[in-house]
């Protein structure tokens, strides 16, 4: 019974423990996506995940986070 639960607990344990270590960082805000409709990640950053902010993210930033159509027709 023991050698049965350690065959499928320990592999488990060790899925759970990678994808936990691998889960990626939001560096942006949900409130920035929400109150601009539902912005995608990558319109500001340069990748996602990345906390690098792309020529649009930093025109944005600028503007203290006020106005992000003007910056993504430049």
């Known amino acids: 019974m023991m050698k049965t639960v350690a065959k499928y607990t320990l592999p488990a344990a060790l899925l759970?423990?990678?994808?936990?270590?691998?889960?990626?960082?939001?560096?942006?805000?949900?409130?920035?996506?929400?109150?601009?409709?539902?912005?995608?990640?990558?319109?500001?950053?340069?990748?996602?995940?990345k906390k690098d902010l792309n020529?649009?993210?930093?025109?944005?930033?600028g503007k203290n986070h006020t106005d992000l159509k003007s910056c993504e027709t430049k």
């Not at 020529?55 to 930033?61: I, R, S």
């Open 16 to 49: 759970a423990g990678g994808l936990y270590v691998s889960q990626m960082n939001s560096f942006a805000t949900p409130a920035y996506a929400k109150k601009e409709g539902g912005a995608k990640c990558t319109v500001c950053h340069t990748a996602m995940g």
């Open 55 to 61: 020529d649009v993210g930093k025109c944005y930033k």
